[in-house]
């Protein structure tokens, strides 16, 4: 699943066990899956809508009727890439085994063409009735895939097979489900995001319009993928990151020198950063008349990318190129000039794709590879790139 979307139609149903899947889905939102929650009418007496809208960050949808000019079951089925129901009661997995559509969560899984895991969670002597079994059996032969509940304690004093299991257990075999593997465990992953500031004087300065937001998603994908991360920030907001190391810079020469630091620890580096080509040869302490800003000197910062290349022994080195035409040919040199393995290159002609949470580009590698990127979001590019550096890595 790296690189790839990862829409998630979370199916609530009718059991006491709903209230453990609000702990599911935050566990599943922190891995890097978005969740849209669809509880059948009856499991609102457990959690309700409200729960699973501030939970989500989504709107929740429980009947038929709501939205009906989106035709809801069609719309939410084919936007998700993969469907988990958690907890899956007796009664539910009966309506699914019969190709029932009586609420939106069975219409919307009759309509699906999605790989779909079931988390059982009911009584055990409801477990193992005849009728449920043979559900059971007829839904994995019919492709999907059904979870053996926890044996342990249930509600009042009974126990046996039929416990809602533990979340850790249930993302484990989605995660096998949907390919997401922590194929970064143990490697170090340096970062590099936002747009370097050169001071003029002390209140202004030479920049660029990078937000940063691809190097965020970059960072954030490599956590959810094992790798230890450690993000060089220039002026860019981070707050919101988690789980990574990060170090504030705002120009050109402190993310060198933060650079220099790193770099030899780290075995994939990818570089986002929007360094600016350019600093005023004096800055000045005081601030600047408005009247004598006539003339301002300019000397070139120092070529980062080219420094590391030539001190780099087994690292792998992603790069990015922000132009306005011949867009391939300039990449290509960039590529070799900088020694990169991978480069990514987009058109910014106007302004575009900065501050934006979607790019379109090219991803060019040392093999000669060109992979062209239709619009997509800067978290599937994040995966894209990252499965280029494990190929290089080999």
Request: charged share 20%; net charge negative.
């Amino acid at each position: 699943m790296s690189g790839a979307s990862r829409e998630v139609v979370l199916g609530v149903g009718a059991g006491i066990a709903a209230y453990k899947s609000c702990d599911l889905l935050r566990r599943l939102q922190d891995r890097g899956y978005s969740l849209t929650v669809v509880p059948t009418p009856s499991s609102l007496n457990f959690v309700g809508a409200a729960t699973w809208a501030a939970l989500s960050g989504r709107p929740v949808f429980t009947q038929m009727w709501e939205n009906v000019h989106e035709v809801s079951h069609i719309s939410i089925a084919q936007s998700a890439d993969f469907i988990l129901i958690a907890p899956a009661t007796a009664d539910l997995i009966a309506r699914i085994a019969g190709g029932r559509a009586d609420d939106l969560l069975t219409s919307l899984v009759l309509a699906a063409q999605t790989p779909i895991l079931i988390v059982p969670a009911m009584h055990p002597s409801m477990w193992t009735a005849a009728s449920t079994v043979a559900n059971v059996a007829l839904l994995r032969e019919r492709g999907f895939t059904v979870m053996e509940p926890d044996v342990g304690r249930l509600t009042g004093s009974d126990s046996g097979q039929g416990r809602f299991p533990e979340s850790a257990a249930i993302i484990e075999l989605f995660d096998a489900l949907t390919g997401h593997t922590q194929d970064l465990l143990g490697k170090r992953v340096l970062v590099t995001g936002g747009g370097t500031r050169e001071a003029i004087d002390p209140v202004r300065f030479i920049g660029n319009r990078s937000s940063g937001k691809q190097a965020l998603a970059i960072a954030k994908a490599a956590v959810l993928r094992g790798a230890h991360v450690h993000l060089i920030a220039a002026n860019t907001d981070t707050s919101h990151l988690s789980g990574v190391e990060v170090t504030h810079v705002e120009s050109a020469k402190e993310m060198g020198q933060a650079l220099s630091l790193e770099f030899s620890t780290c075995d994939i580096l990818v570089m986002a950063a929007a360094v600016a080509d350019a600093r005023p040869l004096h800055q000045y302490s005081e601030k600047i008349k408005k009247n004598q800003l006539d003339v301002i000197e300019l000397e070139a910062t120092p070529d980062l990318l080219a420094s590391l290349s030539a001190i780099k022994t087994n690292q792998v080195m992603i790069g990015f190129a922000a132009e306005t035409s011949e867009l391939i040919a300039s990449a290509s040199a960039k590529l070799t000039a900088k020694g990169l393995d991978v480069i990514y290159v987009n058109d910014v002609s106007g302004g575009a794709i900065f501050g934006k949470d979607t790019t379109q580009g090219m991803i060019i590698t040392r093999t000669g590879a060109h992979i062209a990127l239709k619009e997509v979001s800067k978290d599937a590019l994040a995966n894209l790139l990252l499965d280029h550096a494990i190929r290089q890595l080999g």
